[in-house]
């Protein structure tokens, strides 16, 4: 049995370096996909949990957050709705937000004021929500048919949040959601974090030659605004 684990691991592992250089063959992405499934059903058979269901009418979840007091949460829907949830004992669905031309793709909470949410979608589009209300804000467009992979407020500031999109990272006033500054990089960013402590930035691209994800780039201290114009170098 130690063996075969060994041997099954393997292949998996193949089959991932193959993915990440385009290699896709159909019948063995089948294959790891049923893998992964199997796995996911025993680990969730070793959880202590419930399971809540998403209210009727919604579709697919494909991004959630949680408000920095742990009291309500938000989950973007391929239906491109946002919905709202009390967070207590048991999770309750409180309202659903439309507004979004195409699946809200990330979501974050003000970081001091939960009624605020902000999403991004897949058609570039920014959002600003009052969630008691589920009133919108505020909207605006970073980019046009290019998606928002991620929203992140800075440590310590809560008037400014940044966005990846496209080639670039955008620079947006919380309240405005105007676009401060633009740093453009080599490839399509995926993903960005802010480091928790220090004046950096932790940003996921695409990999053209690879087709994977460089997933540890640290950007230097951000610009002072208002800031012309950066550019993200190849490591």
């Known amino acids: 049995p130690e063996q075969s684990l060994c041997k099954n691991m393997k ?6 370096m193959r993915r990440e250089h385009l290699q896709v063959n159909q019948w063995r992405s089948r294959v790891l996909h049923k893998f992964f499934e199997e796995k996911q059903l025993e680990i969730l058979k070793e959880c202590k949990g419930e399971v809540h269901p998403i209210t009727e009418g919604r579709r697919s979840i ?13 989950s ?15 999770i309750r669905h409180t309202r659903a937000m439309v507004g979004h031309t195409r699946t809200p793709w ?11 949410l902000y999403s991004g979608c897949l058609a570039g589009q920014i959002y600003k929500w009052n969630v008691k209300t589920g ?12 998606p928002i992979n991620s929203i992140v407020f800075l440590p310590g500031d809560s ?7 496209g080639n670039s990272l955008c620079l947006l006033s919380a309240d405005s959601l105007a676009v401060k500054w633009r740093a453009s990089a080599f490839s399509k960013t995926r993903l960005v974090l802010a480091h928790p402590t220090e004046e950096k ?13 460089l997933s540890n780039w ?6 002072p605004l208002p800031s012309p114009p950066i550019s993200i170098s190849s490591p």
């Open 11 to 16: 292949n998996i592992y193949l089959e991932v």
């Open 62 to 74: 494909v991004a959630i957050c949680f408000s920095h007091d742990g009291q309500l949460m938000a």
């Open 76 to 90: 973007g829907h391929v239906d491109h709705t946002v919905s709202v949830y009390s967070v207590d004992a048991r």
């Open 106 to 116: 990330t979501l974050t909470f003000d970081p001091t004021d939960s009624s605020v």
């Open 135 to 146: 009133e919108c804000l505020n909207h605006g467009e970073a980019s046009v048919n290019q």
């Open 159 to 165: 008037t400014h949040f940044l966005i990846s999109v």
């Open 201 to 213: 930035l932790l940003v996921a691209l695409l990999n053209v030659r690879g087709g994977g994800l």
């Open 218 to 223: 640290l950007i230097p201290p951000l610009p």
